[in-house]
Each structure stands twice: as C-alpha cells, then as structure tokens.
C-alpha cells in the first residue's frame, strides 16, 4: 500500500447521496457561533498504530498509523468512512513529567505499600 495513502469519500456509497448527519451538525454549530469557523464533526474519528500485543514498542520504531472519520448518510442512514488515512509514526519517550510515579490500580486506592503499611505517612 501506498505510504502516501490518504482518501476522502463525498458519496454514500450505498445511496449517493452527499447529505452527512454529523458534518451538517458541525455546519449549524459554526452557523451559530459556537464553535469556531475551522471546526468540523465526525461520527467516530479514531486513529491508532497498528501493533501485535505480544511484542513491546520501544523508541525508534516506526509502526504503521492510521487514522479514520466516519458519518451517517441522511439519505439511507448508512455509516460510513468519510476520510482514510495511512499516517508515519514514530514512538518516542514519554516525558519524565507525564508519568506520576504514585498511579492508581484497582486494589490500591492509589497508595503505595509503604503508605498503606504506615498510616500516618499519609
């Protein structure tokens, strides 16, 4: 596939018809005023890489993005993809500063063991 892959569909392709729920939504809302002239609407407008869960990303490796947008033709009611895109990813470090190190989990109420064994710590 083309690294370059990027695809916009105007069409239904079941009815034809040009008529999206969400981006007229998104018209009526810059109509209004409340939000601002460049916003747009989607149905679901996702991207993500594609990764095999049994084998770590480490910085420096460049697996496959992708990104989505999907609508709802008013026509026929038919959800489809609207743009398609292939994306360049790199991973990279998260920052020090991103990462609290006191995270919560399930079952810790987001102490850590010294905490829960020395109340008064807290």
Do not use: W
């Not at 034809?16 to 939504?25: A, P, V, Y």
């Amino acid at each position: 596939m083309d690294s370059e892959y990027n695809k916009t569909f105007t069409k239904c392709p079941h009815c034809g018809s040009e008529e999206r729920f969400f981006e007229e939504l998104g018209k009526e809302a810059v109509a209004n005023g409340t939000v601002g002239p460049d916003f747009h609407l989607a149905y679901i407008a996702t991207n993500g890489v594609v990764q095999d869960k049994q084998k770590s990303l480490y910085p420096g490796d460049k697996p496959v993005g992708f990104a989505f947008e999907t609508d709802i033709c008013t026509g026929c009611g038919a959800i489809y993809a609207t743009k398609v895109k292939r994306a360049e990813v790199e991973v990279r470090m998260t920052p020090a500063g991103l990462v609290k190190p006191n995270f919560y989990t399930p079952g810790n109420d987001g102490m850590n063991r010294m905490q829960r064994r020395h109340p008064t710590l807290n």
